[in-house]
């Protein structure tokens, strides 16, 4: 059996690590008080440097803590929608076939793993939300006189991320007010980010992108039908069909729905390989869904050039409408819209300062852009879960607290204590068992 050149790539870099890390393990140098330590599978590389830098930019206590207590609420109101959102999905796993059901690679933000993250502009987007937020944590800590042990990287093979090391005993002796700033400043600081990325990514494509034509894109053509007979192919957009325009999906339908099999139709639509507009006479086959209308052979994308454009500048405020508009700009990866590349990317033309770029420069800068903002959101979102150890595991525990301490005010601090830790325990398996759920329940 021959094996593909990236899996022989891979086993050998995985076993070369595996052999680095036994090496250094016989030889002491990987321990708790060492520079080197593990954290699972993952090497911790340890480093005093940097803390002096994170004392001078948390010297500025009165505005750290503002963005901490704004970072609490944020990440107490993510909590609860994300919450609300894994509870409501749970119902709606119940209603899809097996077939449909989600892999369990999908669970995990791994670029490379999960197969809706590119590797390339996954890892770049990851490692730099990682790191950003680990830095949030040390700056807020230091401005609330938490000490910071080390700062360092996380590696596993490759680069996957950095920590920062506070303190534990400090952290545990501190305010609850001032561990819940820390706590929150990883997820303060992925939302700004995504925000940040987003608004970027909304300037250069709403001041460099214009669609080709107004209609719906093709995204494939079937072999050997009335389509690729007529040299229509992927990155063209059909503008109208008849004489009547197809602005949208649901206008091509309608107008197709009209027609009978051997029916020649006048199509009028834009050609990426002839950049220009192209009339011409498609005889059409017959439907294979419903043998009584025209069929073209043509697949499109779930929304149109013009669409796309719009999703990416403001989905809030597109012809999606507020609701659609937004969780189409998340979803794009998984309609195969992101990275926009190939035949998507020919939908499109450049205008502006940016046009010099290039086709190829401008959209892998505009993609990576997207994936910085996409990462830093679900990086945001997966750590207000409250589930320990994630961000969201230690606030919980804190807003927990707070409550018993308010609802049982003869309690000592010991009964409270307990209490606590078993409504976190519950909370975490509620989280555990909710994402299980969703693998799980198409499949019984």
């Known amino acids: 059996m021959v094996f593909p050149t990236a899996i ?28 080197l330590s593990l954290l699972g599978p993952a090497l911790m590389i340890k480093t005093q440097r940097g803390r002096g830098w994170l004392d001078r930019v948390g010297r500025f206590r009165r505005l750290w ?6 970072g609490w609420i944020l990440a107490g109101i993510s909590m609860v929608a994300i919450m609300l959102l894994l509870i409501w999905e749970a119902f709606l796993v119940l ?9 369990p690679q999908e669970a995990l933000g791994i670029p490379g793993l999960n197969p809706i993250i590119p590797i390339g502009y996954g890892i770049v987007a990851l490692v730099i939300g990682i790191v950003l937020h680990e830095l949030a944590h040390g700056v807020v800590a ?27 005993q400090e952290m545990t002796s501190a305010p609850r007010r001032s561990r819940a700033r820390i706590a929150a400043a990883g997820v303060l600081m992925n939302f700004a980010l995504f925000v940040g990325f987003f608004l970027v ?74 950049n220009q507009v192209v009339t011409t006479t498609i005889p059409l086959g017959t439907n294979p869904s419903n043998a009584s209308i025209g069929f073209m052979g043509i697949g499109l994308t779930f929304v149109t050039p013009t669409q796309l454009k719009e999703v990416f500048v403001s989905p ?25 590349q190939g035949s998507t990317a020919a939908y499109f033309h450049l205008a502006g300062p940016l046009a010099g770029l290039g086709s190829n420069s401008f959209w892998i800068l505009a993609n990576l852009i997207y994936w910085l ?40 601090a010991l009964r409270v204590e307990a209490a606590v830790s078993k409504l976190s325990i519950a909370a975490s398996l509620l989280v555990v068992v909710l994402i299980v759920w969703q693998f799980v329940a198409p499949r019984l």
């Open 65 to 70: 803590s503002v963005l901490g207590d704004v």
């Open 8 to 35: 022989v790539a891979v086993v050998a870099a995985i076993a070369g690590y595996a052999l680095v890390l036994i090496y250094l393990l016989h030889r002491g140098l990987i321990g708790p008080d060492r520079r």
């Open 316 to 340: 809030a405020t597109s012809s999606l409408g507020p609701f659609v508009g937004p969780i189409a700009w998340l979803l794009l990866p998984l309609a195969g819209l992101q990275p926009i």
């Open 142 to 168: 230091r401005s609330q006189q938490v000490g910071v042990k080390s700062l360092g990287i996380l590696w596993c093979v490759i680069p996957i991320g950095a920590f920062v090391e506070q303190d534990d």
């Open 201 to 274: 990514m909304s300037l250069l494509v709403g001041t460099t992108v214009q669609p080709n034509a107004t209609g719906v894109g093709i995204a494939y053509v079937v072999p050997n039908s009335p389509a690729a007979n007529a040299s229509l192919a992927a990155g063209d957009i059909v503008t109208s069909v008849n004489g009547t325009s197809t602005p949208t999906d649901l206008a091509l339908f309608d107008v197709l729905s009209h027609t009978v099999p051997n029916q020649t139709v006048a199509v009028t639509y834009y050609s990426s390989s002839q």
């Open 373 to 412: 903002a996409w990462m830093n959101l679900l990086l945001g979102l997966s750590n207000s879960l409250p589930l320990v150890p994630l961000d969201g595991g230690l606030l919980f525990r804190d807003y927990a607290g707070a409550l018993v301490q308010r609802l049982r005010r003869g309690w000592s």
């Open 95 to 103: 209603q899809i076939p097996s077939s449909a059901a989600p892999s």
